[in-house]
């Protein structure tokens, strides 16, 4: 009898220890998450200044501590709170279990925990919490092993990182970063208190929840620390006595969507874990900046609106309205600010980068360069008189097209200032067939136009182009005749290193005297042409407007000394908007608004442009070259 109990009591042994062998064997695979420990980083973007822009993540929004830059107090009052024996015990507490073993017994269920620090761990990261007893061995087996294999300090760093802090921080330094705007090293005793009180109960404690609740907590900690005799008298009641700011902050502070997820989608190819790895991408854009430029397109759009409820409450023509706009500093390309819609969280297409519209009218400065550039001059004149083109449709039909100006009159004989300041469509068709349409197709083909009819429709802008794309080659205007390309990120860090840093990207297109004639003309349409409406007092402005048929799209393109502003408004689903929509009408008061609120914010911004030609006087002795007129090719668009 005893023989056959001794055997199955060895039998039952050794089905046990296999058990437990199975389980260590099973534990080998996950231990590794918790060696060799590779968390998920926020990645943090910063405009041109240093400012934060938004902090960018999957799932856990975390800065990494290393176990150095973790002030001692903060390692005492969490050892002193969670786990007094850390730096005894091999990584279970025997007294705790026996305590707790106890209790669970008289209740015949798991009620009372005995984890330390360790445990707390290898719950955190490699099991559930499930109060169960092969949990609970699995947890033993885990922190035995974790203790063999890393030292206190590189397991009170992985838990100080690891653990979930409230409010979507996970570790101590986010969680110091995000409730009191503190590194750690800036941290007193009475936020750090309050910090290593979080894990037990992260929502509850939440400070910006119940800052009463987490003041208590921190006070708890205090106390402990000063029975303890870890601080003294002082100490305590400094810190008690203290009552910290507490700021509630979003996990993300994105302050500009727009261009944050366009730099996301631009480098995810070639940083596959540019959301999780912990990058520092400093952007081109200014925060001031981009708060005003989403005001003035926000005031921009509510102007259309109200304009179009105001004419029909019935029937409005614009339940798709949206805009865009992109700010950048002339000189280098660098972008200001950008936003692609009026709210992100509503629409996040981007239109100023990936929405191809057609610019109508904007395209005019760049046929009157082409013309200044042959020899015309500002007082040049052209005729502003009707003409007649026949083309051939699809079907081979016989059509015409009989442009008309805006205002529907004829001027006879109009100089380049004044037919370009006015917009006239007749007197800048009329300029295209004396320059000659091979000409001008060519010269929009080098300025940087791409997929461009080869006929007269050219000539009112009607081919495609993205808000950022007319930006870029707005800039031979702004840049005195050096073309440069528009761009985001300044610079990419990773880990205190440089991966990436950007430069310029510039072509010289055509002479600062040259594009000085331009800017004078450009100068006055804002004084007194269809730009009028972005006129501010204390800063010289250059542009022009652009209105596409049928009210389509609305444009004004504009400069001053040193920063280019573009923009756009339509209707997403390519609807007209009402006629009164001009580019001068909706476009250009955003503009103005900008500039307005740009300065005042940096009255240091150069206001005057340099080396402007007087009223004419300095290009009145060139002659207009004597071209011959060029025959006009076939179109197939029809307007």
Same mark, same amino acid.
């Given at each position: 009898m005893k023989r056959k109990l001794t055997i199955a009591m060895m039998s039952i042994g050794g089905i046990f220890l296999l058990w437990i062998l199975f389980i260590i064997n099973q534990i080998r695979i996950d231990i590794n998450k918790v060696v060799d420990y590779n968390p998920p980083l926020t990645t943090q973007f910063y405009d041109r200044n240093d400012k934060l822009v938004a902090n960018v993540f999957e799932g856990e929004h975390r800065f990494y501590a290393p176990f150095r830059s973790i002030p001692h107090q903060a390692i005492e009052s969490i050892v002193a709170i969670e786990d007094t024996n850390f730096f005894e015990h091999g990584g279970i507490n025997l007294e705790a279990i026996n305590r707790a073993i106890l209790k669970d017994v008289q209740h015949m269920s798991l009620v009372e925990g005995a984890s330390t620090l360790t445990q707390q761990l290898v719950k955190t990261m490699l099991l559930t919490r499930d109060k169960k007893f092969t949990r609970k061995l699995k947890e033993v087996v885990l922190s035995f092993q974790i203790e063999s294999l890393l030292t206190k300090e590189e397991i009170l760093e992985r838990y100080l990182n690891q653990v979930y802090f409230g409010h979507g921080y996970y570790g101590i330094r986010t969680a110091a970063l995000g409730y009191f705007h503190k590194d750690l090293n800036q941290l007193n005793l009475k936020e750090i208190a309050m910090l290593v009180g979080l894990p037990k109960a992260p929502s509850f404690y939440d400070p910006t929840k119940n800052i009463k609740f987490s003041i208590s907590r921190g006070n708890q900690v205090i106390t402990r620390l000063q029975t303890l005799g870890w601080i003294n008298e002082k100490q305590y009641n400094d810190a008690m006595n203290f009552v910290p700011t507490v700021y509630n902050d979003t996990a993300t502070q994105n302050k500009a969507p727009y261009v944050v997820d366009a730099v996301l989608k631009d480098l995810q190819t070639k940083y596959p874990d540019i959301r999780t790895g912990g990058y520092r991408i400093k952007l081109t854009i200014d925060v001031d900046a981009q708060k005003i430029a989403d005001d003035a397109l926000q005031f921009g759009y509510e102007g259309i609106r109200s304009r179009d409820q105001k004419l029909d409450t019935n029937k409005s023509t614009s339940q798709t309205l949206n805009g865009a706009i992109i700010v950048l500093d002339s000189a280098t390309g660098g972008i200001m600010a950008l936003s692609g819609g009026v709210d992100f969280a509503k629409s996040s297409y981007n239109r100023a980068i990936s929405a191809i519209r057609q610019p109508g009218s904007s395209v005019k400065p760049f046929i009157y360069q082409s013309a200044l550039d042959l020899g015309y001059t500002t007082q040049s004149e052209v005729a502003d008189i009707a003409r007649t083109f026949e083309y051939k449709s699809d079907n081979n039909e016989i059509k015409k097209w009989?442009?008309?100006?805006?205002?529907?009159?004829?001027? !006879?004989?109009?100089?380049?200032?004044?037919?370009?300041?006015?917009?006239?469509?007749?007197?800048?068709?009329?300029?295209?067939?004396?320059?000659?349409?091979?000409? %001008?197709?060519?010269?929009?083909?080098?300025? !940087?136009?791409?997929?461009?009819?080869?006929?007269?429709?050219?000539?009112?802008?009607?081919?495609?182009?993205?808000?950022?794309?007319?930006?870029?080659?707005?800039?031979?205007?702004?840049?005195?005749?050096?073309?440069? /390309?528009?761009?985001?990120?300044?610079?990419?860090?990773?880990?205190?290193?440089?991966?990436?840093?950007?430069?310029?990207?510039?072509?010289?297109?055509?002479?600062?005297?040259?594009?000085?004639?331009?800017?004078?003309?450009?100068?006055?349409?804002?004084?007194?042409?269809?730009?009028?409406?972005?006129?501010?007092? !204390?800063?010289?402005?250059?542009?022009?407007?652009?209105?596409?048929?049928?009210?389509?799209?609305?444009?004004?393109?504009?400069?001053?000394?040193?920063?280019? /502003?573009?923009?756009?408004?339509?209707?997403?689903?390519?609807?007209?908007?009402?006629?009164?929509?001009?580019?001068?009408? !909706?476009?250009?008061?955003? %503009?103005?608004?900008?500039?307005?609120?740009?300065?005042? %914010?940096?009255?240091?911004?150069?206001?005057?442009?340099?080396?402007?030609?007087?009223?004419?006087?300095?290009?009145?002795?060139?002659?207009?070259?004597?071209?011959?007129?060029?025959?006009?090719?076939n179109t197939n668009v029809e307007f």
């Amino acid at each position: 009898m005893k023989r056959k109990l001794t055997i199955a009591m060895m039998s039952i042994g050794g089905i046990f220890l296999l058990w437990i062998l199975f389980i260590i064997n099973q534990i080998r695979i996950d231990i590794n998450k918790v060696v060799d420990y590779n968390p998920p980083l926020t990645t943090q973007f910063y405009d041109r200044n240093d400012k934060l822009v938004a902090n960018v993540f999957e799932g856990e929004h975390r800065f990494y501590a290393p176990f150095r830059s973790i002030p001692h107090q903060a390692i005492e009052s969490i050892v002193a709170i969670e786990d007094t024996n850390f730096f005894e015990h091999g990584g279970i507490n025997l007294e705790a279990i026996n305590r707790a073993i106890l209790k669970d017994v008289q209740h015949m269920s798991l009620v009372e925990g005995a984890s330390t620090l360790t445990q707390q761990l290898v719950k955190t990261m490699l099991l559930t919490r499930d109060k169960k007893f092969t949990r609970k061995l699995k947890e033993v087996v885990l922190s035995f092993q974790i203790e063999s294999l890393l030292t206190k300090e590189e397991i009170l760093e992985r838990y100080l990182n690891q653990v979930y802090f409230g409010h979507g921080y996970y570790g101590i330094r986010t969680a110091a970063l995000g409730y009191f705007h503190k590194d750690l090293n800036q941290l007193n005793l009475k936020e750090i208190a309050m910090l290593v009180g979080l894990p037990k109960a992260p929502s509850f404690y939440d400070p910006t929840k119940n800052i009463k609740f987490s003041i208590s907590r921190g006070n708890q900690v205090i106390t402990r620390l000063q029975t303890l005799g870890w601080i003294n008298e002082k100490q305590y009641n400094d810190a008690m006595n203290f009552v910290p700011t507490v700021y509630n902050d979003t996990a993300t502070q994105n302050k500009a969507p727009y261009v944050v997820d366009a730099v996301l989608k631009d480098l995810q190819t070639k940083y596959p874990d540019i959301r999780t790895g912990g990058y520092r991408i400093k952007l081109t854009i200014d925060v001031d900046a981009q708060k005003i430029a989403d005001d003035a397109l926000q005031f921009g759009y509510e102007g259309i609106r109200s304009r179009d409820q105001k004419l029909d409450t019935n029937k409005s023509t614009s339940q798709t309205l949206n805009g865009a706009i992109i700010v950048l500093d002339s000189a280098t390309g660098g972008i200001m600010a950008l936003s692609g819609g009026v709210d992100f969280a509503k629409s996040s297409y981007n239109r100023a980068i990936s929405a191809i519209r057609q610019p109508g009218s904007s395209v005019k400065p760049f046929i009157y360069q082409s013309a200044l550039d042959l020899g015309y001059t500002t007082q040049s004149e052209v005729a502003d008189i009707a003409r007649t083109f026949e083309y051939k449709s699809d079907n081979n039909e016989i059509k015409k097209w009989q442009p008309k100006n805006y205002e529907n009159n004829y001027k !006879g004989l109009v100089t380049l200032r004044d037919a370009l300041v006015h917009s006239r469509n007749l007197a800048t068709i009329n300029l295209v067939m004396e320059i000659g349409l091979d000409k %001008v197709y060519k010269d929009l083909h080098r300025y !940087g136009f791409k997929d461009i009819p080869y006929d007269m429709s050219i000539t009112l802008g009607s081919f495609g182009v993205t808000p950022l794309k007319l930006s870029e080659l707005y800039t031979i205007f702004s840049n005195q005749g050096v073309k440069v /390309t528009p761009y985001l990120v300044d610079s990419i860090e990773y880990k205190s290193k440089i991966l990436e840093k950007s430069q310029t990207n510039s072509e010289v297109i055509t002479s600062p005297s040259q594009v000085a004639k331009m800017t004078s003309i450009l100068k006055d349409v804002v004084g007194y042409g269809t730009g009028a409406g972005s006129a501010v007092d !204390g800063i010289q402005l250059a542009g022009k407007t652009g209105t596409t048929n049928r009210n389509m799209d609305a444009w004004f393109c504009a400069y001053s000394p040193t920063i280019q /502003t573009v923009v756009w408004f339509g209707n997403d689903d390519n609807k007209p908007m009402r006629i009164s929509e001009t580019g001068g009408r !909706g476009a250009a008061p955003v %503009v103005g608004y900008f500039y307005k609120n740009w300065i005042q %914010v940096h009255p240091e911004t150069k206001r005057y442009f340099d080396n402007l030609p007087t009223e004419d006087g300095a290009d009145s002795n060139e002659t207009t070259p004597n071209l011959t007129e060029q025959p006009v090719l076939n179109t197939n668009v029809e307007f």
